[in-house]
């Protein structure tokens, strides 16, 4: 199986940064994209970030300019750097990733992470 696990939340000021990670392990034979998705209350999930294997990127317009993604040096790993943080970036930020499990498989399977709480208030 597959889990992916988010790691880097946690309560920030406004103007803070904060660096969330996400590592892939379990059957993994290669992914196509990895992203990170954000879901504050009362409101539906939304795509902030996505990354592809050749490294092209696209991001929400709301974050564009304060967050990067990126790949790890280390295997299926995933992060976002996030930069002047507001308010409104409070939300449980979740890791989302097209996995192919196997050299037979025929096609990319989506994962989703368990979540981590950015809380950013003063």
């Known amino acids: 199986q597959v889990q992916l696990v988010e790691s880097g939340g946690g309560l920030v000021q406004p103007g803070g940064s904060l660096r969330l990670s996400c590592a892939a392990s379990g059957s993994i034979f290669s992914i196509n994209t990895m992203n990170w998705y954000r879901q504050a209350p009362g409101m539906q999930r939304e795509l902030v970030a996505a990354?592809?294997?050749?490294?092209?990127?696209d991001y929400a317009g709301s974050v564009k300019g304060r967050f990067a993604i990126s790949r790890g040096n280390v295997r299926n790993t995933v992060y976002l750097q996030m930069n002047s943080l507001k308010p409104e970036d409070t939300a449980v930020y979740y890791c989302n990733a097209w996995i192919k499990t196997s050299s037979r498989a025929r096609g990319y399977q989506e994962y989703w992470g368990q979540g981590t709480q950015v809380t950013v208030s003063s």
């Open positions: 990354i592809t294997s050749g490294g092209s990127t």
